[in-house]
Every structure is written in C-alpha cells, then in structure tokens.
C-alpha cells in the first residue's frame, strides 16, 4: 500500500486547510482509513477514523466541531478538512490504512498554526 498525504501548509489561527490523502495498491472501498498527527516532542495521536461507507466514527476530542473527515472512493482519497484551526494543531499529518493488518505510513504533511 502507498500513501501520500497532501495540503498542509502554515496559516493564522482560525484559519483553514483541507488534507488529502491518496492511496494506492489496495482495494481503497473496502478500507477504513485514519488520520494521525504528531507533534513535535510528542507521540503519534489518532484525530479522526472513516468507515468504508463514508460514516465518521471518530474524532478526537480536541478537534471536535473543527475538524471533519470524508472520502472519495472514486479517488481513492480521503479528506481531512480542519476548520478554526489552532496553534495546537501544529504537527505532522499522517493517514493510515485501519484494517487489513497494513503498517504503511506516508511521508506526511506538516501543517502550522501560527497565532
């Protein structure tokens, strides 16, 4: 599996961006798909989970009401639009394939809050 995460960028508190992340080498529908940040000095946290159907079914607490995954099957890409963004939110972004037993990680895209 290959993926390859895209969008990041450095924006003022309150701002937005939209992540994308693009997959390739696995049957994408059939795949529950994860989006993950770590900042620095910190460890890897999951921010949001989408099922195969395109139901949310998870966001982290500290992104709730700001934050919103989707996905595209026909792209194979899944979406992680951050609204009212934060100076907290400055990390690296990651997304990652939840079932199949993969461990595939892409290279990430680092997003920067300044306030």
């Known amino acids: 599996v290959q993926l390859v995460e895209s969008g990041g960028g450095s924006v003022q508190a309150g701002g937005s961006l939209r992540l994308s992340c693009a997959a390739s080498?696995?049957?994408?529908?059939?795949?529950?798909i994860g989006w993950y940040r770590q900042a620095p000095g910190k460890q890897r946290e999951l921010v949001a989970t989408i099922t195969t159907g395109g139901s949310s079914n998870y966001l982290a607490n500290s992104v709730k009401g700001r934050f919103s995954i989707s996905r595209d099957n026909a792209k194979n890409t899944v979406y992680l639009q951050m609204n009212n963004l934060r100076p907290e939110d400055t990390a690296d972004y990651y997304c990652?394939?939840?079932?199949?037993?993969?461990?595939?990680w892409g290279q990430g895209t680092q997003v920067t809050v300044s306030s």
């Open positions: 990652k394939v939840l079932t199949g037993g993969y461990d595939s």
């Open positions: 080498g696995i049957i994408f529908r059939l795949h529950a």
